[in-house]
């Protein structure tokens, strides 16, 4: 990469974002038609935008149906309990510690297959919207299954594919 990649992938999330002034605007579009490098970066960068809207709009929509019951709360004297999860804390730690094998260092994942990993978790997100957008739909029953199959099979080790398992049973 050049000194001016450089520069370009420290601008690319304002970019992104659309916080740049007029002029670096362009300077970035002008450099990204001509390196392609830094498009994959800026694309990548996209589609893990989208995908953590969408995950946003679901997490949000999920927030909204939760109803939390009114409790009475009655005092706790702390100090008595707190020798014995201290107790507790330490015995469980000790036994994890002690139990544990010394695994060896696995090797860091490369830049492609983060890259991969991030397209692949924003496209099965985005087909998961995509059906959830037609599930209520009694005629496009079909389609959404299949949808749901689909994105279990092409995309297993996403988020997007647990929730499509739940969906198919």
Known sequence: MEKTCKNIEQMLVDYADGLLSQTDTSMVAEHLAGCESCRRIHVALHKSIELAGVIWADAHAEAENIRIPAVKIRKIHWSRYA????????????????RTPVK???AEPTFEEIER????????????????????????????????QHIVETYPETAAATKAKLRIK
Do not use: F, G, H, M
């Not at 020798?83 to 002690?98: E, G, N, R």
């Open 104 to 106: 060896p260092k696995e």
């Open 117 to 148: 990993k991030i397209i692949d978790s924003s496209s099965a997100a985005r087909l998961l919207a995509a059906a959830e957008l037609l599930r209520d739909n009694p005629k496009a029953e079909t389609i959404v299954k299949q949808q749901y």
């Open 83 to 98: 020798a014995i999860a201290a107790s507790i804390l330490l015995l469980a730690t000790a036994s994890v510690v002690w």
